[in-house]
Structure formats: structure tokens, C-alpha cells
């Protein structure tokens, strides 16, 4: 069985020191939904939110999110992202706004982390914009779907949910 990484010898917490290794290029898929209302999911549609643009601010506010990571979470190493890209999937029929985030570094440790976060806060902006309007938003299913690069190489989730 692995060992927890970021757990010294006696317990204590640690940064995993990574100056050993190589630098390679490194890809994240993660994945997010927000549940609402079909109202709600009409005014992000037509763009009739009185804020604005919901989709571009949450865009925009996981980007930051991504960049931001080392600062929330606090053994993560800061790293000069390549790219974040964020994309979101209206469906009506399930009443939700499905969000996808990719980032991609060139470096010595993996990018699982701003690609979880950017849709985490992806997620949380679309929260705060529509709230007014539909406190029920339920925010799910922030999961890592695929990444690549680094020693223990490329990893994909089954799409039944089991890891592979």
C-alpha cells in the first residue's frame, strides 16, 4: 500500500520536497456541477442575469482560482501554470451547468490540484451570482477525471466512477 506524501516519519506534516525530479508536462481534467433551478438555468442561457455574464465572470474566477491554489491550500507548491481552460455544458434536461477545467504546467509536480480548485471556484462564483434568485443550487461531483505526466504517468477515471 502507498503512503500519504505530505506525512513525515513521525506524523507530522511536510512539503514534499520535489527538487529531485525532472520537469515534464503535466495535464489536469477536472469536473464540477451546479444543480438549479430550470429558471435559473434559462437566465444563464439567455444572459438575462441583472449581474451579467455569469458564465465569463465564474470563467474568469477559476482562472484565478487555478492560479491561486498554493495560497488555499497549504502544502501545495506554487507553479507557473502553461494554461487553464474552463469550459461549461448547459443541460436543461438535468437542470445543472456541468463545468470542466484543464490546466497544464511544465514542472516537477502534478496539477490535480488547481485543476480541482479552478472548478471549485468556477462552481462557487455561479453560486454567488445567482443566489438571489435560487438559494437551492446544490454544488457536486468535484472530481479529478484525468491527468498526465510525472512518474506514476497517465491516470483516467472510468466513466462509471470507478478509478482505472
Known amino acids: 500500500m502507498s503512503k500519504l506524501t505530505h506525512i513525515d516519519e513521525s506524523g507530522a ?9 525532472q520537469d515534464t508536462e503535466r495535464i489536469a481534467v477536472a469536473s464540477a456541477t451546479v444543480r438549479m433551478q430550470a ?12 449581474k451579467g455574464d455569469v458564465l465569463a465572470v465564474a470563467r474568469i474566477a477559476g482562472i484565478q482560482g487555478a492560479k491561486k491554489c498554493a495560497d488555499l491550500i497549504p502544502l501545495c507548491h506554487p507553479l507557473m ?17 456541468r463545468i470542466e477545467g484543464r490546466c497544464k504546467v511544465s514542472g516537477k509536480t502534478g496539477v490535480e490540484m488547481e485543476a480541482l480548485t479552478a472548478v471549485s471556484v468556477a462552481a462557487l ?13 446544490e454544488i457536486s461531483g468535484i472530481t479529478l477525471l484525468h491527468k498526465e505526466g510525472g512518474k506514476s504517468g497517465t491516470w483516467t ?7 482505472s
Open 13 to 21: 506534516a511536510r512539503m514534499v520536497d520535489v527538487g529531485d525530479k
Open 39 to 50: 429558471q435559473t438555468l434559462s437566465l444563464l442561457a439567455e444572459g438575462g442575469h441583472k
Open 81 to 97: 501554470l502553461n494554461s487553464v481552460e474552463l469550459d461549461f455544458e448547459l443541460d436543461r434536461a438535468q437542470s445543472c451547468v
Open 125 to 137: 462564483t455561479i453560486y454567488d451570482m445567482c443566489k438571489a434568485v435560487d438559494r437551492g443550487m
Open 157 to 163: 477515471r472510468d466513466p462509471q466512477g470507478d478509478a
